[in-house]
Protein backbone atom coordinates (compact mmCIF):
# COMPACT_ATOMS: atom_id res chain seq x y z
CA UNK A 1 0.00 0.00 0.00
CA UNK A 2 1.45 3.53 -0.82
CA UNK A 3 -1.23 5.79 -1.17
CA UNK A 4 -0.07 9.27 0.07
CA UNK A 5 3.47 8.13 0.14
CA UNK A 6 4.38 10.40 -2.95
CA UNK A 7 3.04 13.45 -1.15
CA UNK A 8 6.71 13.26 0.98
CA UNK A 9 9.07 14.41 -0.98
CA UNK A 10 6.36 17.24 -2.53
CA UNK A 11 5.73 18.60 0.80
CA UNK A 12 9.62 18.50 2.14
CA UNK A 13 10.14 20.24 -1.35
CA UNK A 14 7.43 22.64 -0.28
CA UNK A 15 8.48 23.83 2.89
CA UNK A 16 12.10 23.63 1.80
CA UNK A 17 10.86 26.20 -0.65
CA UNK A 18 9.26 28.42 1.90
CA UNK A 19 12.72 28.39 3.58
CA UNK A 20 14.02 30.69 1.15
CA UNK A 21 11.10 32.99 2.09
CA UNK A 22 10.16 33.85 5.39
CA UNK A 23 7.41 34.54 8.12
CA UNK A 24 7.08 35.36 11.35
CA UNK A 25 4.83 33.39 13.61
CA UNK A 26 4.67 32.53 17.66
CA UNK A 27 5.65 29.06 16.44
CA UNK A 28 9.12 30.08 15.89
CA UNK A 29 12.75 28.28 15.70
CA UNK A 30 14.45 31.69 17.68
CA UNK A 31 16.73 32.89 14.38
CA UNK A 32 17.70 36.15 15.40
CA UNK A 33 18.91 39.08 13.42
CA UNK A 34 22.65 38.90 12.50
CA UNK A 35 25.19 41.08 14.26
CA UNK A 36 26.77 43.66 11.67
CA UNK A 37 29.40 46.35 11.08
CA UNK A 38 29.36 49.82 11.21
CA UNK A 39 28.78 51.31 7.51
CA UNK A 40 31.72 53.52 8.47
CA UNK A 41 34.09 50.25 8.30
CA UNK A 42 32.65 49.30 4.97
CA UNK A 43 35.56 49.62 1.95
CA UNK A 44 34.12 51.83 -1.16
CA UNK A 45 35.82 53.42 -3.71
CA UNK A 46 34.99 54.73 -7.23
CA UNK A 47 31.62 56.27 -6.38
CA UNK A 48 31.61 59.70 -7.73
CA UNK A 49 27.80 60.01 -7.37
CA UNK A 50 25.27 58.89 -4.30
CA UNK A 51 21.29 58.00 -5.31
CA UNK A 52 19.58 60.75 -5.00
CA UNK A 53 15.69 59.21 -3.89
CA UNK A 54 15.07 56.21 -1.76
CA UNK A 55 13.94 54.75 -4.75
CA UNK A 56 16.93 55.25 -6.84
CA UNK A 57 18.68 53.56 -3.48
CA UNK A 58 16.47 50.50 -3.21
CA UNK A 59 16.74 49.89 -7.22
CA UNK A 60 20.31 49.80 -6.49
CA UNK A 61 20.32 47.52 -3.54
CA UNK A 62 17.97 45.38 -5.60
CA UNK A 63 19.51 45.04 -8.84
CA UNK A 64 23.26 44.94 -7.86
CA UNK A 65 22.38 42.33 -4.74
CA UNK A 66 20.05 39.84 -7.34
CA UNK A 67 22.95 39.97 -9.39
CA UNK A 68 25.87 39.09 -6.67
CA UNK A 69 23.33 35.81 -5.51
CA UNK A 70 22.80 35.05 -9.27
CA UNK A 71 26.51 34.58 -9.55
CA UNK A 72 26.74 32.78 -6.43
CA UNK A 73 25.09 30.47 -7.47
CA UNK A 74 25.57 30.02 -10.77
CA UNK A 75 29.37 29.11 -9.35
CA UNK A 76 28.50 26.73 -6.31
CA UNK A 77 25.06 25.22 -7.64
CA UNK A 78 22.39 25.24 -5.72
CA UNK A 79 22.45 24.57 -1.24
CA UNK A 80 21.72 20.85 -1.71
CA UNK A 81 24.70 20.61 -3.68
CA UNK A 82 27.11 23.01 -2.24
CA UNK A 83 26.21 21.16 1.03
CA UNK A 84 25.72 17.73 -0.06
CA UNK A 85 22.58 16.98 1.52
CA UNK A 86 21.83 12.97 2.69
CA UNK A 87 19.13 10.92 1.09
CA UNK A 88 18.68 9.44 4.67
CA UNK A 89 16.88 5.91 5.91
CA UNK A 90 15.86 5.56 9.35
CA UNK A 91 17.57 8.24 11.32
CA UNK A 92 20.92 10.18 10.20
CA UNK A 93 22.29 13.28 11.47
CA UNK A 94 25.06 15.11 9.13
CA UNK A 95 27.04 18.21 9.48
CA UNK A 96 28.74 19.84 5.95
CA UNK A 97 31.10 22.38 6.11
CA UNK A 98 31.69 25.18 3.53
CA UNK A 99 35.28 27.31 2.86
CA UNK A 100 35.11 28.76 -0.83
CA UNK A 101 36.99 31.45 -2.56
CA UNK A 102 35.01 32.01 -5.97
CA UNK A 103 36.59 34.89 -8.19
CA UNK A 104 34.87 36.73 -10.67
CA UNK A 105 36.41 37.12 -14.67
CA UNK A 106 35.10 40.21 -14.26
CA UNK A 107 37.45 41.24 -11.04
CA UNK A 108 37.41 40.51 -6.83
CA UNK A 109 35.64 37.79 -5.81
CA UNK A 110 33.44 36.15 -3.06
CA UNK A 111 34.73 33.82 0.10
CA UNK A 112 32.21 31.42 1.45
CA UNK A 113 32.42 30.04 5.33
CA UNK A 114 29.85 28.43 7.01
CA UNK A 115 28.07 25.13 8.14
CA UNK A 116 24.78 23.17 7.86
CA UNK A 117 23.71 20.30 9.59
CA UNK A 118 20.78 18.18 8.78
CA UNK A 119 18.60 15.36 10.47
CA UNK A 120 16.51 12.98 8.76
CA UNK A 121 13.80 10.00 10.48
CA UNK A 122 12.42 7.68 8.09
CA UNK A 123 10.35 4.37 8.84
CA UNK A 124 12.36 1.53 9.17
CA UNK A 125 9.99 -0.38 5.74
CA UNK A 126 7.54 1.71 3.63
CA UNK A 127 7.89 -0.91 0.77
CA UNK A 128 4.56 -2.49 2.45
CA UNK A 129 2.69 -0.13 4.61
CA UNK A 130 0.56 -1.76 7.36
CA UNK A 131 -3.51 -1.41 8.09
CA UNK A 132 -4.05 0.68 11.33
CA UNK A 133 -0.74 1.89 11.38
CA UNK A 134 1.01 5.74 11.62
CA UNK A 135 3.94 6.52 9.79
CA UNK A 136 6.16 9.19 10.09
CA UNK A 137 9.11 11.27 9.00
CA UNK A 138 11.12 13.68 10.14
CA UNK A 139 13.58 16.60 8.44
CA UNK A 140 15.56 18.80 10.59
CA UNK A 141 18.26 21.15 9.60
CA UNK A 142 20.26 24.50 10.93
CA UNK A 143 22.72 26.57 8.54
CA UNK A 144 24.70 29.10 8.15
CA UNK A 145 26.83 30.69 5.83
CA UNK A 146 28.69 34.35 5.68
CA UNK A 147 30.02 35.49 2.40
CA UNK A 148 32.53 38.30 1.71
CA UNK A 149 32.98 40.26 -1.04
CA UNK A 150 36.69 41.59 -2.43
CA UNK A 151 35.63 44.11 -4.19
CA UNK A 152 33.79 41.48 -6.73
CA UNK A 153 32.60 42.59 -10.09
CA UNK A 154 29.15 41.32 -11.29
CA UNK A 155 27.33 42.12 -13.95
CA UNK A 156 23.37 42.31 -14.69
CA UNK A 157 21.58 43.88 -17.90
CA UNK A 158 23.63 46.60 -19.20
CA UNK A 159 25.26 46.97 -15.80
CA UNK A 160 28.22 46.70 -13.54
CA UNK A 161 28.28 46.07 -9.89
CA UNK A 162 31.77 46.33 -7.94
CA UNK A 163 30.66 45.25 -4.17
CA UNK A 164 32.76 45.40 -1.27
CA UNK A 165 31.50 43.82 2.62
CA UNK A 166 29.86 41.34 4.27
CA UNK A 167 26.62 39.11 4.06
CA UNK A 168 25.34 36.96 6.51
CA UNK A 169 22.34 34.12 6.41
CA UNK A 170 21.15 31.36 9.00
CA UNK A 171 18.39 29.31 8.38
CA UNK A 172 17.00 26.45 10.78
CA UNK A 173 13.72 24.37 10.00
CA UNK A 174 11.73 21.47 10.67
CA UNK A 175 9.26 19.21 8.63
CA UNK A 176 7.22 16.27 10.45
CA UNK A 177 4.69 14.41 7.97
CA UNK A 178 2.57 11.27 9.39
CA UNK A 179 0.76 9.73 7.42
CA UNK A 180 -2.27 7.28 9.32
CA UNK A 181 -2.96 4.17 7.04
CA UNK A 182 -6.26 2.88 6.57
CA UNK A 183 -8.66 -0.21 7.63
CA UNK A 184 -7.47 -2.03 4.69
CA UNK A 185 -4.37 -2.65 2.21
CA UNK A 186 -7.37 -0.45 0.05
CA UNK A 187 -8.70 1.89 2.12
CA UNK A 188 -7.58 5.44 2.04
CA UNK A 189 -5.46 6.74 4.27
CA UNK A 190 -5.02 10.25 6.15
CA UNK A 191 -1.99 12.41 7.02
CA UNK A 192 -0.58 15.40 8.89
CA UNK A 193 1.76 17.77 8.29
CA UNK A 194 3.41 20.51 10.74
CA UNK A 195 6.71 22.56 10.24
CA UNK A 196 8.86 25.23 11.19
CA UNK A 197 11.64 27.68 10.05
CA UNK A 198 13.43 30.50 10.98
CA UNK A 199 15.65 32.54 8.97
CA UNK A 200 18.14 35.75 9.64
CA UNK A 201 19.61 37.57 7.18
CA UNK A 202 22.27 40.85 7.44
CA UNK A 203 23.81 43.02 4.48
CA UNK A 204 26.33 45.41 5.18
CA UNK A 205 28.11 46.23 1.45
CA UNK A 206 29.20 49.24 -0.40
CA UNK A 207 28.01 49.09 -4.16
CA UNK A 208 29.28 51.12 -6.63
CA UNK A 209 27.90 50.99 -10.32
CA UNK A 210 30.22 51.42 -13.33
CA UNK A 211 29.34 55.22 -14.12
CA UNK A 212 30.05 56.01 -10.51
CA UNK A 213 26.64 55.83 -9.13
CA UNK A 214 27.25 54.12 -5.50
CA UNK A 215 25.69 53.72 -1.89
CA UNK A 216 26.57 51.76 1.51
CA UNK A 217 23.52 49.70 2.59
CA UNK A 218 22.74 48.27 5.90
CA UNK A 219 19.59 45.83 6.61
CA UNK A 220 19.46 43.14 9.18
CA UNK A 221 16.13 41.20 9.28
CA UNK A 222 15.16 37.97 11.24
CA UNK A 223 11.96 35.79 10.51
CA UNK A 224 10.31 32.90 11.95
CA UNK A 225 7.04 30.99 10.64
CA UNK A 226 5.65 27.78 11.72
CA UNK A 227 2.07 25.66 11.40
CA UNK A 228 1.06 22.71 12.90
CA UNK A 229 -1.08 19.84 12.25
CA UNK A 230 -2.32 20.83 8.32
CA UNK A 231 -4.77 17.93 7.24
CA UNK A 232 -3.52 16.29 3.85
CA UNK A 233 -6.58 13.86 3.74
CA UNK A 234 -8.63 14.51 0.27
CA UNK A 235 -11.24 16.43 1.04
CA UNK A 236 -9.11 19.14 3.24
CA UNK A 237 -8.36 22.28 1.97
CA UNK A 238 -6.08 22.97 4.93
CA UNK A 239 -2.79 23.25 3.32
CA UNK A 240 -4.13 25.53 0.53
CA UNK A 241 -5.19 27.43 3.36
CA UNK A 242 -1.84 27.62 5.18
CA UNK A 243 0.07 28.59 2.02
CA UNK A 244 -2.40 31.44 1.38
CA UNK A 245 -1.56 32.53 4.96
CA UNK A 246 2.05 32.31 4.74
CA UNK A 247 1.64 34.12 1.28
CA UNK A 248 -0.49 37.03 2.76
CA UNK A 249 1.91 37.35 5.84
CA UNK A 250 5.25 37.82 4.12
CA UNK A 251 3.50 40.68 1.73
CA UNK A 252 2.93 42.76 5.38
CA UNK A 253 6.88 41.53 6.81
CA UNK A 254 8.99 44.29 6.00
CA UNK A 255 12.64 45.09 6.64
CA UNK A 256 14.49 48.25 6.61
CA UNK A 257 17.14 49.49 4.09
CA UNK A 258 19.47 52.39 5.47
CA UNK A 259 21.62 53.94 2.76
CA UNK A 260 24.75 55.69 2.82
CA UNK A 261 27.05 57.54 1.06
CA UNK A 262 30.84 57.18 0.42
CA UNK A 263 31.01 59.68 3.28
CA UNK A 264 29.22 57.50 5.49
CA UNK A 265 26.35 60.05 6.04
CA UNK A 266 23.00 58.73 6.14
CA UNK A 267 20.79 59.61 2.74
CA UNK A 268 18.26 57.71 3.16
CA UNK A 269 15.48 54.99 4.66
CA UNK A 270 13.39 52.44 3.01
CA UNK A 271 11.25 49.59 4.01
CA UNK A 272 11.56 46.19 2.02
CA UNK A 273 9.31 43.42 1.95
CA UNK A 274 10.09 39.66 3.28
CA UNK A 275 10.17 38.45 -0.29
CA UNK A 276 11.89 41.35 -1.75
CA UNK A 277 14.91 41.08 0.73
CA UNK A 278 15.47 37.56 0.26
CA UNK A 279 14.67 37.51 -3.63
CA UNK A 280 17.82 39.79 -3.65
CA UNK A 281 20.04 38.95 -1.01
CA UNK A 282 19.91 35.53 -0.35
CA UNK A 283 22.92 33.43 -0.62
CA UNK A 284 22.20 30.28 1.21
Known amino acids: MKKGFPWLAALIALTLLLVGC???????????????????????????????????????????????????????????????????????????????????????????????????????????????????????????????????????????????GTLKETQASNVNFDYKTGATQDATGSGTLSFSFGIGLGTAVSVVREDGLGAKFVISYAANYGKDDISLSEDSNEMVAAEKELEDYLKQQTATLTVYDQNNNKISESNLSANEEFDSASIF
Open 22 to 164: SSSSDDDDGISAPDLPDASTITMTGASSAPATAAEAQALYTDSLGALSAFIDSNTGSNSSRFSRANARKTTSDTKSLTENIPSSNGGSVDLVGSYTETSTFPDDTETFQPNHTYSWNYSMDGNVTGTMNSVKVKKGIHTYTIC
